[in-house]
């Protein structure tokens, strides 16, 4: 079965949106756990966030994505990542410590 990369990347406007709900489950379970293991495993900040994320993709490319899709489904995600950083970074003001 082939694997729908757009699928997996396009906001829906139901209470059931991929997008919306997979980066609900990353941002409570997966990021606190890779920062935990880190920690416990006495290993440098986002050592397993970037390795974690990277093998994830490389699972992805050995059931048949080609390295180019996963990147340009990535890439796009990160540009929405990337946005909803600097709106945050907008709506908070400055940044605390700094004035
Ligand atoms: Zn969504």
Do not use: N, Y
């Not at 986002?46 to 890439?75: C, K, N, Q, W, Y």
């Not at 540009?79 to 709506?91: F, T, Y």
């Amino acid at each position: 079965m082939a694997i729908d990369l757009d699928e997996l990347v396009t906001h829906d406007p139901s209470d059931h949106c991929v997008v919306c709900h997979a980066q609900d489950i990353v941002s409570l379970t997966l990021i606190p756990a890779a920062a935990a293991w880190e920690a416990t495993a006495g290993l440098p900040r986002f050592s397993t966030a970037l390795h974690g994320a990277a093998g994830l993709i490389g699972s992805m490319m050995a059931e048949g994505v080609p390295r180019a899709d996963a990147e340009a489904a990535l890439s796009g995600l990160l540009d929405e990542i990337e946005k909803q950083i600097a709106e945050e970074g907008a709506l908070a003001g400055p940044a605390q410590g700094t004035a």
